[in-house]
């Protein structure tokens, strides 16, 4: 099996900030075998590889019975990569209550970003997420398994704001 043939990515969920009501995230961890070969050692791999559109799903509970406005916000743990991105998207609006909004690809740093936002009450759950990698260079070391921690978290509110 040559060096960059696999990359296995492991989504974890790191930790759960909430304010102004208990409300709670689930994210599922997901793995994917790449079938590219990337093998080209010294240089960059210059495609985009993208998860599938499924990959990882965020589940929203307990956001009780008035009419809540919340954001979902991701972060990578740790950005020391050598120029790798990582990129998330939410693919689909999940089951439940209420509306869901947002589903441009965001580039994850070391810093939280909005990567959706919904309102209603109750739960919405199994949205789907995806990852696309990009700047993937073989000489950067990263063996298999690839593991890229990514932190979430929920903030909600009694207004609307979803920046």
């Known amino acids: 099996m040559r060096l960059w043939q696999q990359a296995l ?4 969920l790191a930790g759960v900030f909430v ?3 208990a409300a709670d995230i689930t994210v599922t961890d997901w793995s994917y075998t790449f079938t590219d070969d990337i093998t080209n050692a010294g240089t960059y791999y210059d495609k985009t590889l993208d998860s599938p559109s499924n990959a990882s799903t965020i589940s929203v509970q307990n956001l009780g019975g008035s009419l809540t406005y919340w954001k979902v916000q991701a972060k990578r743990s740790n950005s020391n990569n ?3 991105n990582i990129h998330i998207t939410r693919t689909g609006a999940g089951s439940g209550n209420g509306t869901i909004s947002g589903n441009s690809i965001i580039l994850l740093d070391e810093s ?5 936002c919904g309102s209603g009450t109750g739960n919405r ?5 995806q990852f696309q990698l990009t700047n993937l260079g073989v000489e950067d070391g990263y063996g298999t398994p690839l593991r890229l921690p990514i932190d979430y978290k929920i903030i ?4 609307e704001d979803c920046t």
């Open 19 to 21: 304010t102004a009501q």
């Open 82 to 84: 050598n120029g790798l």
């Open 112 to 116: 939280f970003k909005t990567i959706f």
């Open 156 to 159: 909600t509110s009694t207004t």
């Open 125 to 129: 759950t199994d949205i789907p997420l």
């Open 9 to 12: 990515f492991s989504v974890v």
